[in-house]
């Protein structure tokens, strides 16, 4: 499988990448989307590699747009995403409320591990 983790992006004002919709609270009058980083190492089937998918997911927003050419708009003037963060581990019995509670009340995920 080829690393795409080197790939150099550039800055250009015309073509925002969708990094620039991740926030670490809810943007006002936008529709909010939530992304938290959950890597199931214990239960995973690949678990030497696991623990880098959330930053992966995050780093390689960097190589998307932000313009939807199906709706011919640009989702950076409607939409945030808005980051939680990670749970260091998600297998652990106290879990599931380490990632329940950020969904629901938009704290910062808790750190377990």
Same mark, same amino acid.
């Given at each position: 499988?080829? &690393?795409? /983790? &080197? %790939?150099?992006? #550039?800055? *250009?004002?015309?073509?925002? #990448?969708?990094a620039?919709?991740?926030? *670490? @609270?809810?943007?006002? /009058?936008r529709r &909010? %989307? /939530? =992304?938290i980083g959950?890597?199931t190492?214990?239960? #995973?089937?690949? !678990?030497?590699?696991?623990r880098?998918?959330?930053?992966?997911?995050?780093a390689? =927003?960097? @190589?998307?747009?932000t313009?939807?050419?199906?709706?011919? =708009?640009?989702?950076?003037?409607? %939409?945030?995403l808005v *980051?939680f /963060? *990670?749970?260091?581990s998600?297998?652990? @019995? %106290?879990a599931?409320? !380490?990632?329940?509670?950020?969904c629901r009340?938009g704290t @910062?995920?808790?750190r377990?591990?």
């Amino acid at each position: 499988m080829r &690393n795409m /983790g &080197n %790939v150099a992006t #550039s800055r *250009d004002p015309n073509w925002p #990448s969708a990094a620039t919709l991740l926030s *670490d @609270r809810p943007i006002e /009058g936008r529709r &909010n %989307v /939530g =992304l938290i980083g959950i890597s199931t190492y214990a239960t #995973s089937v690949t !678990a030497r590699s696991s623990r880098s998918t959330p930053a992966a997911i995050r780093a390689a =927003l960097e @190589r998307y747009s932000t313009w939807s050419f199906s709706e011919a =708009l640009d989702i950076a003037e409607s %939409v945030g995403l808005v *980051d939680f /963060g *990670d749970v260091d581990s998600p297998d652990a @019995r %106290v879990a599931p409320s !380490a990632w329940r509670r950020p969904c629901r009340d938009g704290t @910062r995920a808790s750190r377990y591990g």
